[in-house]
């Protein structure tokens, strides 16, 4: 009677060990020729794992012509997606350059143009459009989330005259009422002006254009 003792397969599997969350993960399993994975992925050498969430061991029995078996597991790490929120989009006073407000956690802020600071990117370039928000893992490099952000039209608007009765008034009376049309995001400001050849007692009014929240 001959006993024969066949050496056992070494199970082995490969793949990506660190993930971002909500990425697939393929592993690949070698040492025979039979595999059974866990978390159902199968009896194929390589098993995909769709929509990883959280860091996950997975394991596999692999078996061999003879029979024999061995089994192996490995840990695929998952971070976490940084999150990325825009807020307003605002012209400058100048009506040169924007700035972008923005919500950020799990990570650091970049901007394709302009410069980052706190929870706003300000003095973008108003030609620059659109400008490339990304924030970045502080865990892994590789989870990125960014988001464009198009420039608001920072142009001057076109100011048409104020509308009304011309009037002639005494010193001391109510200025008639004068109306004037601006457009969408826009509020009209009145104020006196004095000429130099107009006496003390004339008064002109004229309109001066303040942009409020025009922007995407």
């Keep these: 009677m001959v006993i024969v003792v066949n050496p056992n397969p070494t199970a082995n599997i490969s793949g990506d060990d660190q993930i971002c969350s909500g990425e697939d993960v393929t592993l ?27 860091t996950t061991t997975y394991s596999v029995v692999v078996t061999d012509a003879n029979g024999c078996t061995d089994d192996a597991t490995f840990t695929v790490n998952v971070t976490p997606m940084p999150t990325l929120v825009i807020g307003n989009v605002m012209c400058s006073a100048d009506l040169l350059t924007y700035s972008v ?6 990570g650091t802020v970049t901007a394709s143009a302009g410069t980052v600071g706190g929870t706003s990117v300000t003095g973008i370039p108003i030609g620059t459009s659109p400008v490339i928000i990304t924030v970045t893992s502080t865990t892994n490099s590789e989870c990125t989330l960014s988001i464009p952000v198009v420039a608001p039209d920072c142009s001057c608007p076109t100011i048409p005259p104020p509308t009304g009765n011309s009037e002639e008034i005494c010193q001391g009376e109510p200025i008639p009422n004068v109306i004037v049309n601006v457009g969408t995001g826009y509020t009209a400001r009145w104020y006196n002006v004095q000429r130099v050849e107009e006496l003390q007692s004339s008064v002109a009014v004229a309109l001066h254009h303040h942009q409020v929240g025009h922007g995407m």
Excluded: E, R
């Excluded at 407000?101 to 799990?106: K, L, S, Y």
């Design 28 to 54: 690949n399993a070698t040492g025979g020729s039979g595999y059974v994975w866990s978390n159902g992925g199968g009896t194929n050498p390589t098993a995909t794992f769709n929509n990883v969430t959280s």
């Design 101 to 106: 407000d923005f919500t950020a956690t799990g």
